[in-house]
């Protein structure tokens, strides 16, 4: 975790490291909604920067949606809203405002619809490269099973041929990376949710839209049965428990757990 006082002492920063640094102050909630923040000068002369500097920095999380700034009195935290355009998933996770049933609600929207698509544009090529990937997965142990779940569902977005869709769901990647983490480390889940895998696949090799449209609402949806309270918290912080029961993955678990915490590449 990057702090005002870390970058001073590492040397004087550049504006990207000031917004980070920032950034995570307020999404940690260490300055919270409706608060000013320090002025140019204060910031300043704790980044050791010029005046110009913080200013840019200032200017880019007003663009992201994270601060307003009011002539002649200051600038000021932003509650994070869903609906700003400039607000990320990954950084509404990290405010702690996603759950895991909301992200199975959006994936089997999202990708339900991804699917039926695939059947319709995949190539021969691509259903084959799905293929290879679930051959691998059958023959692979967690961590890297998730991430070739990850690939699989990534591929049929590609195979939609919508290039919005496949943006939609790159803005959910490490979301869903941590899902699928939560859910192959779950013996309930896994066992009833990857057998679907093989009829999505068959669905997109046979160019069935509504088959592939269903499968994946099942598949997705499997997680909803059998999560519990896990549904209602915070996927960062679901993470951590699993660590805490799986000591094999703590490893990889407290890692994406961190990069939903902390902006890190999950």
């Known amino acids: 975790m990057i702090n005002l006082t870390d970058l001073r002492d590492a ?3 550049g504006v990207p490291e000031i917004v ?30 010029s005046r110009p500097v913080i200013r840019e920095a200032l200017r880019a999380l007003t663009e992201r949606g994270l601060i307003s700034v009011s002539a002649g009195r200051g600038s000021f935290i932003r509650a994070l809203n869903p609906s700003m355009t400039a607000a990320s998933v990954d ?30 544009n995949r190539t021969d090529e691509q259903v084959q490269q799905m293929q290879d990937l679930l051959k691998v997965f059958a023959r692979s142990a967690m961590p890297t099973t998730a991430a070739l779940d990850l690939a699989f569902h990534e591929c ?23 899902i699928m983490l939560r859910s192959l480390t779950d013996r309930k889940v896994a066992a009833e949710a990857l057998p679907l895998h093989h009829v999505i696949l068959m669905a997109i090799a ?10 994946m609402i099942e598949h997705i949806g499997t997680a909803r049965k059998f999560y519990g309270p896990d549904l209602e918290i915070p996927l960062a912080e679901v993470l951590r ?15 994406v757990s961190r990069s939903l915490t902390d902006g890190a590449p999950g």
């Not at 300043?44 to 920067?49: E, L, P, R």
Request: glycine share 6%; hydrophobic share 45%.
């Open 91 to 120: 950084l509404l996770a990290r405010g702690g405002q996603v759950n895991a049933r909301e992200l199975i609600v959006a994936r089997s929207m999202l990708e339900a619809e991804t699917a039926a698509l695939a059947a319709l």
């Open 206 to 215: 046979d160019q069935d839209p509504d088959e592939a449209r269903r499968a």
């Open 241 to 255: 428990t699993r660590a805490e029961e799986t000591p094999s993955l703590s490893a990889v678990l407290r890692t």
């Open 11 to 13: 040397g004087p920063p």
């Open 20 to 49: 980070a640094a920032l950034e995570e102050e307020i999404v940690s909630g260490h300055w919270p909604a409706g608060s000013r923040l320090p002025s140019e000068r204060v910031l300043a002369d704790t980044c050791s920067v």
């Open 156 to 178: 049929i977005a590609i195979a939609s041929a919508n290039p919005v869709l496949q943006l939609m769901f790159g803005s959910i990647r490490n979301l869903t990376h941590a």
